[in-house]
């Protein structure tokens, strides 16, 4: 049983948003050509308090794109955004979100982020995405959406440590690129962990 997992496609991702990912709103056309195709479509969603430790405005004297220790693991620092009930959280209003079967929350705990839509980034705590694939009898995920970098990646590598077969799909991803090739960078660990990479094309 196959199953597509949405990621992130939410409006603070979008160009116009409050952490842009460039050309951002491409995804939502291949993620709207795919859905249809699955039987069970995951979306999943970054949902943060407003004291949530990513956010450089909660650590006095830092700035957007500092590193610091959160949790016990390195934690990149981003400006505010997909607070919890705000406008920026809702998913882009042209994903066709009546094909979604279910809709994973993360980064919910101020004190630890979240870019796994499986696991907080301390590996301790699971969102419940693990066990809903696994009941519904779920070995093979398609995964796509924002970012590239981040929350597709890890999405991506902890997929792979619990055993399910991944296919990326490349023209549906796209990267923070916080340093020019972190998404190039991104696509090529995930296939050298054994993630398939594919154009939608191809799926
Ligand atoms: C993401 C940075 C911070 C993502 C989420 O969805 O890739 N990136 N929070
Ligand atoms: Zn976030």
Known sequence: MKAL???DIQNDFMPFGALPVADGDAVVPVANALMPRFSLVVATQDWHPPTHG???SNHPGTSPGDVIELGA???VLWPDHCVQGTPGASFHSALEVARIDQVVRKGTDPAIDS???FFDSDQRS???LGDLLTQR???EIVVLGLATDYCVRATVTDAIGLGFGVTVV???CRAVDLSPGDGERAFAAMHSEGARILTCREI
């Open 170 to 172: 490349i023209d549906g």
């Open 115 to 117: 870019y796994s839509g």
């Open 137 to 139: 009898a779920v070995d």
């Open 126 to 128: 699971a969102t419940g």
């Open 73 to 75: 693991v390195e934690q």
């Open 5 to 7: 997992i949405v990621v």
């Open 54 to 56: 990513s956010f450089a």
